[in-house]
């Protein structure tokens, strides 16, 4: 068997990381399938992308090969004959055929190059057998990629759009992260057989440097002493990790604590949003650093041996892999939980003891009707985005009524102007601060570490993810789906998604709105309305 993975980049982080892991998987001894070569088509990006992957040669042969054609598009129409004859011509030319190799392509759906929905389909009917692994929906608020698409593929609703992302046949499946993803599939109606849970290992950190030497390195890096609290929140620091809702925990925090993002973004409309918060925190002397593992030059193994406790305040994820990261980095993990996507886990025995469901602000520090009516107008702007009618007005105001019970609503419900303003406020008066905290009694356990308490919690929970989530089980997982895959008639008939409506159904709600991640695009359709 020969495998190609495909991807827009190699970059690091991301579905790169999982890339990584998934290649570690196949490498382990007992993974039990027999691979004699892979390929990874890329577009052409590969910052930091490790060589070699392991310290022991891999044992199968790896080649990478760059795909001009395959990079994020610039809207232009003609780019599926490209990267249709792009890739079929390198795939002949290293040897992948269609009667031996299994293509496992990563987020062919979401909107970062429309050629791929059907450069997939033409590679099916040239007999190749496709495992398609969605990370991320573009149905789940992505409203700019999904016009793209829409645009190019001249599509005439949703159904005829969701029809050319996700196609239906026997040399066809599909993989997910998590049950969420696995019930959306099936309400839309992809076969069950050709529908797999694949969710992503975890590999064990490497040794980490001793815990004092690495809090003198990060203390001269960072000017962080060794009485401060260190949070570390381990990401790339995009809009959806809702940095704004760091720094108000920065500011609300009690104890001697520093808040600190391991990484700046590199898309240029993210990094508006990250600057952003950098500039805010340094103008209300928060304690908090940015891009630690980056403009701070600290490697990620000092920053982790030096950290006290990990964070994340992220509004949406696709897997959410600190959930189980922190564990075998020997932290606790503090923060806003996303339980959609956590239930998996709590499932699998590891516990949120320390996490939050919503960070309550109350409305008597904001303007409610200013709140409302910007929820509102995002609202309506993404659903003529996505081409679907708003719910009746009713329902929407008893919607967001229920956003605002008690007096409160979630700090993830304002966008970035009214998430300044709330951190503002705190930052500048002792008594709405305890306002807040008293909205909030399970900060509690956010801003409680006690190593008596934590160290059993690390030790049970780093046990259930070395267990359940691990690269060792990944492989199994790996080769079970892969068998299924290669054992699949390739080519046949082409088929639509029966019920491609229940995708953009599933996740277009208002309780799922979170205006941080879309307020740079927010803002734009604004001023052209």
Known sequence: MQLAIIHYHLNRGGVSQVILNHLKSLAAPNSGLEIERVAILYGGRRAEWPEPLLDKPLPFELILIPVSDLEYDMFSETGVRDLTTSMRSLLATHGF????????????????????????????KDGYRVLLQVHDFI???????????????????????????????????Y?????RDHHVFMKAGVASEQLHWLPNSVANFVQFPDR????????????????????????????????????????????????AVTL?????????????????????????????????????????????????TSVAEGFGMVFLEAWLAGCPLAGRNLPEITAD???????????????????????????????IDTYHLVCASYNQPPIEPVSLDRQLDQLMEEGCIDFAFLDGALQEKVIRAVAGSTRLTDNVLDANSNLNQTFQIDPDRTAGMIDRYASVVRNQFSVD?????????????????????IEPLPQGQAILNSFLNIRRLHPIRLETWSRSKSSTN
């Open 175 to 179: 993989a997910v992260l998590n049950r």
């Open 97 to 124: 055929h269609h009667d031996d190799t299994i293509l496992h392509i990563h987020n062919h759906a979401l909107g970062k190059n429309a050629a791929l929905p059907d450069t997939i389909v033409e590679l099916v």
């Open 473 to 493: 089980s990944a492989g199994k997982q790996l080769k079970q789906v892969y068998e299924r895959v290669y054992d699949s008639p390739g080519s046949g008939n």
């Open 264 to 312: 700046s973004p590199l898309n240029p409309v993210e990094a508006e949003s990250f600057a952003r918060w950098d500039r805010l925190a340094g103008q209300l002397q928060l304690p908090c650093r940015f891009d630690t593992g980056g403009k701070a030059g600290l490697d990620y193994s000092t920053i982790v041996a030096a950290t006290d406790c990990m964070l994340t």
């Open 345 to 375: 886990f709590s499932a699998a025995g590891i516990g949120l003891e320390m996490l939050y469901n919503e960070l309550r602000i109350p409305l008597l520090m904001v303007d409610q009707k200013m709140v409302r009516e910007r929820l």
């Open 139 to 173: 149905e789940d608020f992505r409203p700019e990629n999904y016009r793209h698409l829409d645009s190019v593929l001249a599509c005439h609703d949703s159904d005829e759009l969701s029809a050319r992302l996700y196609p239906q046949s026997r040399g066809i499946h």
């Open 212 to 259: 004092s030497e690495a809090r003198q390195a990060l203390g001269k890096k960072l000017e962080i002493s060794d009485q401060q609290i260190l949070m570390t929140y381990p990401v790339r620091g995009i809009r959806r990790k809702n940095l704004g809702e760091m720094l108000l925990l920065s500011a609300l925090d009690p104890r001697n604590s520093v808040y």
